[in-house]
């Protein structure tokens, strides 16, 4: 069984403050995925990596940077948060091929 | 770029009517559909995709070309059926998945 898992269950910050969101995944897959989920906007995506070090911007990077160190640790980092970034934080990961899809992690509510 | 829209923020159904949750999407190339489900404190998971062309808990979903629409029918709901729906898109070879704003469905008993 595929395990996405995602450090904080809530965290609650103040403004400017550096946040650091972690992210694992056990099935040693290529590529991993930051989304995060409003309501009325649906999943929008931040960052994904296909491989260990490379990043790409997603739809909404901007505030949010990444690091992926390891091939099954992807971390979101919100260098100074602003209560825009209040919202609901999914990891997934998957396989880079058609036959798979994206597993997600539980989720973290963030509230700035 | 490739969009996803999903018109009904809110869907209610009595128990044992048909559902149908639409999904337009508009993409130049080949694409890929999914349909994600979310039910109540448990995370995101796919309920199914075209090319599998499969059944998943009596949901069914047909890719229209011509009408650029993959909506997700199921002719009888179950009260278990109450969840999120998400429409997503991925370009043909490609992971980055597209998703729409989603849909609430309530099945009413």
């Known amino acids: 069984d595929v395990k996405v898992t995602q450090s904080s269950r809530y965290l609650v910050k103040r403004t400017g403050e550096k946040v650091f969101l972690e992210c694992v995944q056990d099935?040693?897959?290529?590529?991993m995925f930051w989304y995060r989920q409003d309501p009325g906007l649906g999943l929008r995506l931040i960052y994904f990596?296909?491989?260990?070090?490379?990043?790409e911007k997603g739809d909404i990077p901007e505030g949010y940077s990444v690091s992926r160190e390891k091939k099954e640790r992807f971390s979101l980092i919100l260098e100074s948060a602003s209560t825009n970034q209040t919202s609901m934080y999914l990891c997934?990961?998957?396989?880079?091929?058609?036959?798979?899809?994206?597993?997600f992690g539980p989720g973290t509510p963030l509230t700035v | 770029a490739q969009r996803v829209t999903q018109p009904e923020k809110l869907l209610s159904v009595f128990k044992g009517a048909p559902v149908e949750l639409k999904c337009n999407y508009s993409?130049?190339?080949?694409?890929?559909l999914f349909w994600y489900v979310q039910y109540s404190r448990q995370r995101l998971q796919l309920l199914l995709r075209?090319?599998s062309r499969e059944s998943i808990k009596g949901f069914t979903a047909d890719l229209n070309k011509g009408e650029t629409s993959f909506h997700l029918k199921k002719p009888f709901a179950q009260e278990e059926d109450s969840a999120m729906y998400y429409c997503?898109?991925?370009?043909?070879?490609?992971?980055?998945?597209?998703f729409g704003t989603g849909t609430r469905l309530t099945i009413i008993p």
């Open positions: 997934a990961s998957g396989w880079g091929s058609r036959k798979d899809t994206q597993y």
């Open positions: 099935m040693d897959h290529e590529n």
């Open positions: 990596s296909y491989d260990v070090k490379m990043k």
């Open positions: 993409y130049s190339g080949s694409p890929e």
């Open positions: 075209h090319i």
């Open positions: 997503a898109l991925a370009p043909f070879g490609n992971e980055k998945l597209t």
